[in-house]
T-cell receptor
């Protein structure tokens, strides 16, 4: 079974500042990793995913994440945030040997301050 | 038009009432999911279906049932609603575990 921890429930950051949203997972098997974003009053949409290969993954809207197998982490970063990045961000994991259920973290609420 | 639609978008109902939430998709995906979202808990899986004849319980299926009427339609029912089922409910689809899930806009359900 897999589990996901997002260490920060809320992250306030000033506009144009960098941000890092942390995600750690546990799993007894190799995993695929995802970051989803949920804008106010909307469903979730995919930001980026790690399946294999390069550990640095680039996604939409200038976000990127780095897979660190030894630390079982998949932190999300953006060098300069905009007001429009204010949203809830969810890290998610699925075991490579269990193509059935994605496990979502509890979410991190990013608030960008003008 | 949206790829994944949910009806209704908002619903207020009373304890003990039966309610159905509906989900339709035009993605052509075989896999469909129902989640509930509660503050601080993320998304928790209620039921999932890999095709019309394959339905599975998720981590919090008690008090819920589902029906997969067709590849494109997946309904969630609360047979006798209770206040702690007040939540935001999402339907999602995918065409494989390693691929992204596509979410509907959500149904906000309040049970009084």
């Amino acid at each position: 079974a897999q589990s996901v921890t997002q260490l920060d429930s809320q992250v306030p950051v000033f506009e144009e500042a960098p941000v890092e949203l942390r995600c750690n997972y546990s799993s007894s098997v190799s995993v695929y990793l995802f970051w989803y974003v949920q804008y106010p009053n909307q469903g979730l949409q995919l930001l980026l995913k790690y399946l294999s290969g390069s550990t640095l993954v680039k996604g939409i809207n200038g976000f990127e994440a780095e897979f660190n197998k030894s630390q079982t982490s998949f932190h999300l970063r953006k060098p300069s945030v905009h007001i429009s990045d204010t949203a809830e961000y969810f890290c998610a994991v699925i075991g490579k040997t269990s193509y059935d259920k994605v496990i979502f973290g509890p979410g991190t609420s990013l608030s960008v301050i003008p | 038009d949206a790829d994944v639609t949910q009806t209704p978008r908002n619903r207020i109902t009373k304890t003990g009432k039966r309610i159905m939430l509906e989900c339709s998709q035009t993605k052509g995906h075989d896999r469909m999911y129902w989640y509930r979202q509660d503050p601080g808990l993320g998304l928790r899986l209620i039921y999932y279906s890999f095709d019309v004849k394959d339905i599975n319980k998720g981590e919090i299926s008690d008090g819920y049932s589902v029906s997969r009427q067709a590849q494109a339609k997946f309904s969630l029912s609360l047979e006798s609603a209770i206040p702690n089922q007040t939540a935001l409910y999402f339907c999602a689809t995918s065409d494989g575990g390693r691929n992204e899930q596509y979410f509907g806009p959500g149904t906000r359900l309040t049970v009084t």
